[in-house]
């Protein structure tokens, strides 16, 4: 696609429920980033996906938190018995390369959670 | 560890002005990638520019510019002739490898930037 699609951009969600987010890279990008963005914060980085692999997750707050792109594409970022501190803007990127050099990342437009 | 730090909360300007937001970094690195991104209310993150470590050249994107004093791990943004719709929040943020496979970003807290008329 054009940009990196993020679905549902809205969810609310009662506390101890599972949510399941949603995130469709740009094509052809080999790496892909989920970000939490509490409220009037910057984002924090979750974890790193390369192609299929998940290279890092050492930014995921506890086992709740679960992400997967299994086919090297699509990723979905599940959390599951959400509690109200998971309450945050869930942002997605997406990068062409997968090395180290430096390279534009570019961001979806978020997943809202609310859990209420 | 890598830090970013944005030392400025909240700034304003007058529409058609020049504002400046700063940022300082933290490294041991020695060559990397600085970024400024912007975030409206929508939320999306929309790059602003972008400043090779290795480059002397400041970076420039019409009426954006970078101030990058990489002896003084600092990265100010310059908005010459704001607009009303320069209004959003501002990132700095700061690209630091991932072991051989990938690098991420670590952002700043942001500052706000309201444009006024």
């Known amino acids: 696609g054009a940009g990196v699609s993020q679905s549902p951009r809205y969810k609310v969600a009662k506390r101890g429920q599972d949510v399941a987010l949603r995130c469709d890279p740009i094509?052809?990008?080999?790496?892909l980033f989920w970000y939490q963005q509490a409220l009037g914060q910057g984002p924090e980085f979750l974890t790193y996906?390369?192609?299929?692999?998940?290279?890092?997750k050492s930014g995921l707050p506890s086992d709740r938190f679960f992400a997967e792109r299994p086919e090297g594409s699509v990723s979905t970022l599940k959390i599951q018995r959400t509690q109200q501190e998971d309450s945050a803007v869930y942002l997605c990127?997406?990068?062409?390369?997968?090395?180290?050099?430096?390279?534009?990342?570019?961001f979806g437009e978020g997943s809202w959670l609310t859990v209420v | 560890a890598q830090t970013v730090t944005q030392s400025q909360p909240e700034m304003s300007v007058q529409e058609a002005e020049t504002v400046t937001l700063s940022c300082t970094y933290d490294?041991?690195?020695?060559?990397?990638?600085l970024f400024w991104y912007k975030q409206p209310p929508s939320r999306q993150m929309i790059l602003v520019i972008r400043?090779?470590?290795?480059?002397?050249q400041n970076a420039t994107e019409n009426r954006f510019s970078v101030n990058f004093q990489k002896a003084a791990k600092s990265f100010s943004l310059k908005i010459s002739d704001s607009q009303l719709g320069d209004t959003a929040m501002y990132f700095c943020?700061?690209?630091?490898?991932?072991?051989?496979?990938?690098?991420?970003?670590?952002f700043g807290a942001g500052t706000i930037l309201r444009v006024k008329s």
């Open positions: 990127a997406s990068s062409q390369a997968g090395g180290p050099e430096g390279n534009t990342i570019y």
């Open positions: 094509s052809g990008h080999v790496s």
């Open positions: 490294t041991s690195e020695n060559n990397y990638y």
């Open positions: 943020a700061f690209m630091i490898p991932l072991g051989e496979y990938g690098n991420k970003l670590v």
């Open positions: 400043q090779e470590a290795y480059k002397q």
């Open positions: 996906f390369q192609n299929e692999a998940q290279l890092d």
